[in-house]
């Protein structure tokens, strides 16, 4: 009976990694690498990487300096520069009507030897992304994709020659991040803790990369118990399993940040009580976006994930955001906050001026 129950107990952890470390739908493309070269996992996350031979015809490989090289792990350490042609695009195989967070990683390690700042544009089809300003950087979006081909393009404006490291898309469930209209340009994603340890693939199934996030007005608590992380939004564990509350009871919970106005934004905001309260305790609070109530009176329940999401894009006075947790009157406990994420909204107009012209074509054909 014994040996029985190891069995079980052995399968049973065997089939939760696998899970766990399942990739089905993920397109992770190291950009630069061999066609000859086998497909290879990542040190870090053991995520299977291929080569970007069959994806772009164009563009040269090249690789970050010797200097830069301990910085640096595969699949960061190569890159395909493009220094012909003003615009050149990948050509990828997608899945449609499918929630896609597509990530694109710039790391320019003075691989050409100019050291100089990287200035070109991105594209997703024919609108406008994001412009790579910076020497090491991760342009992060989530797009509902209206076809079963979508294009990643480098636009040389003249000042720099384009380059990408990394390529990555992951499908996500159709009732996480939904927007009214538009797609989700990353802000920022923390979960709350005073670490250094940055989380995601395999502990975030989606592989969402999560950066600590922590102030010194803050009390940081952790839980070594099992956080219920959710059904919808599925958080790792080590996001839930922390959480921070201010010093002073009577405090409000601020967290600030700026976008470029009138950019709309959404945010996403994960809470779990992870203390054990005493018969006469109380946590509850308000949640107010730029001054303006949102939600509440609410209580987090004990190891078990609620997430507040706007229903409709927020903006912010000036480009200066703030999120506040208001403790009420009642409330013997301060506010407490595990994880929060923030998008701005981007329109791709274009995008979907292509896809009525396609209907239209169709109902005209059929």
Known sequence: MERYFVYVVTFLLILHLVQAQNQTGFISVDCGLSPLASPYNAPETGLTYTSDADLVNSGKTGRVAKEFEPLYDRPTLIMRYFPEGVR????????????????ATFVYGNYDGLNVVPNFDLYLGPNLWSTVSSNDTIEEIIHVTNSNSLQVCLVNTGISIPFINMLELRPLKKNMYVTQSGSLKYLFRGYISNSSTRIRFPEDVYDRKWYPLFDNSWTQLTTTLNVNTGITYELPQGVMAKAATPLEANETLNITWTIEPPTQYYSYVHFAELQNL??????????????????????PLPLKTASIVNSIPQQCDGGACILQLVKTLKSTLPPILNAIEAFSVIDLPQMEMTLLVLRMFKILTD
């Open 278 to 299: 005493r018969a006469n305790d109380t946590r509850e609070f308000n949640v107010t976006q730029n001054g303006i109530y949102t939600f509440g009176p609410f209580s």
């Open 88 to 103: 050149n695009c990948y050509n990828l195989n997608v899945t449609r009507d499918t929630n896609y967070l597509i990530k």
